[in-house]
Nanobody, 120 residues
Framework: QVQLVESGGGLVQAGGSLRLSCAAS????????MGWYRQAPGKQRELVAV???????NYADSVKGRFTISRDNAKNTVYLQMNSLKPEDTAVYYC??????????????WGQGTQVTVSS
């Protein structure tokens, strides 16, 4: 049973920083890309950042220069460092990973979501 568990959300003032973590656990053979998505009230879920197993990254234009995605392959964990936060960054942030469990095919897994609220 594979699961993703997120942590690190919360309430912060505009201009502040938060660091999100997402750890994958269970019977894992390999993890390919890992990423973060977010969904604000009344809006569609959108990609924030993604990182491949080799370390290549891609960011949404709205967070470039402010957010940094990284991963620790030994810990099966992906991080999202968020700096210079803006009220428009307020959303539920979801971790996503393309994981191949032992003896099974790869598929997408999602975390439960963590709330990030940025006050003005």
């Amino acid at each position: 049973q594979v699961q993703l568990v997120e942590s690190g959300g919360g309430l912060v003032q505009a201009g502040g920083s938060l660091r999100l973590s997402c750890a994958a656990s269970g019977s894992i053979f390999s993890i390919n890309a890992m990423g973060w998505y977010r969904q604000a009230p009344g809006k569609q879920r959108e990609l924030v950042a993604v990182i491949t197993s080799g370390g290549s990254t891609n960011y949404a234009d709205s967070v470039k220069g402010r957010f940094t995605i990284s991963r620790d392959n030994a810990k099966n964990t992906v991080y999202l460092q968020m700096n210079s936060l803006k009220p428009e960054d307020t959303a539920v942030y979801y971790c996503n990973a393309d994981i191949q469990p032992l003896l099974l095919r790869s598929r997408d897994y999602w975390g439960q979501g963590t709330q990030v609220t940025v006050s003005s």
